[in-house]
């Protein structure tokens, strides 16, 4: 089970939640997991445990020689990439480019800052046991909190996050990919991404961590009283219907009936606003 300080990362578990489901729908392996009915924690199963014992596992820090201090160290080409080559057997090597190359397009579409050595592994059964990559884990859409967030090893030689041609460069260099084999991964990761719009606008309706069209649209968000004034996302406006149209039409995943309050104009900017929904 993992829980963070909700005051610090608002959502972060809902966050790990549907980057796992997007890379659950892009077809990698994922071990079990779940959100809690508060959604303040994600239960995930661990993938190095098995009914006969532990399986062994080494992230890429350790297959590169580093400490966990040095997780950011280097760049994806050579600390990735090429190391993945040196410790998976020849026969695997070309299937396991490709899914790191499908894992990295992934992380650079939810901008997952945090795609560090650690957070990349692989598995095997006992000491002459052979290797394979471990299931995707500890994903994130680190942009959430940190906007300004870039990628936390160098692609190309940067950490800014690459437009296309430099995904589509390490793809033909380092997973022996073509034109068309990444063409299909970065359209597969966009019809991944859309198949969780829906439910993600759907958790996050009455959360105040708002993630999508509400506040570009001037709504707020108001923590309510307990009592009498529910946790909701408001706006005023002229137009009722058209707003209703609208919140129908762009973020419920079903149509509803949502409250509407008339306030005359002598009591829009009074505390009693509320109060009026009772009487």
Same mark, same amino acid.
């Given at each position: ?10 959502? *972060? ?69 090429? !190391?993945?080559?040196?410790? *998976? ?10 899914? #790191?190359?499908?894992?990295?397009? #992934? ?38 909190? #940190? ?22 460069? *390490?793809?033909?260099? !380092?997973?022996?990919?073509?034109? !068309? ?18 439910? #993600? ?70 505390? !009693? ?7």
């Amino acid at each position: 089970m993992k829980l963070w300080d909700a005051a610090e990362y608002p959502e *972060l578990a809902a966050n790990e939640y549907f980057c796992l489901q997007a890379a659950k729908a892009f077809g990698f392996p994922v071990p079990h997991f779940e959100l809690s009915d508060d959604g303040a924690a994600l239960v995930i199963d661990r993938f190095d445990l098995t009914e006969t014992g532990y399986l062994g596992f080494e992230d890429f820090c350790v297959l590169n020689g580093f400490g966990t201090a040095q997780k950011y160290k280097g760049s994806y080409e050579m600390r990735l990439f090429k !190391r993945a080559r040196e410790f *998976l057997p020849t026969s695997e090597g070309q299937a396991a480019a490709k899914q #790191l190359f499908r894992l990295l397009v #992934l992380n650079c579409a939810i901008r997952n800052g945090d795609a560090h050595l650690k957070n990349f592994g692989i598995l095997y059964d006992g000491v002459e046991g052979q290797a394979r990559l471990a299931p995707v884990y500890d994903l994130v859409t680190t942009a959430a909190y #940190l906007p300004k967030d870039a990628m936390a090893l160098t692609l190309d030689g940067s950490t800014d996050w690459p437009d296309p041609a430099h995904p589509q460069k *390490l793809g033909h260099i !380092r997973a022996d990919l073509s034109a !068309r084999d990444i063409a299909e991964i970065f359209e597969a990761t966009a019809d991944a991404l859309a198949q969780l719009a829906k439910p #993600l606008q759907a958790h996050f309706k009455n959360s105040e961590y708002e993630v999508g069209a509400r506040k570009q649209r001037g709504y707020r968000w108001d923590a309510g009283d307990g009592d009498v004034r529910p946790k909701a996302w408001w706006i005023t406006t002229e137009n009722v219907e058209d707003e209703l149209t609208w919140l129908n039409a762009e973020i419920y995943a079903t149509p509803r009936t949502v409250p509407v309050i008339d306030v005359p104009p002598t009591r829009r900017y009074s505390s !009693r606003v509320w109060d009026m929904t009772n009487g």
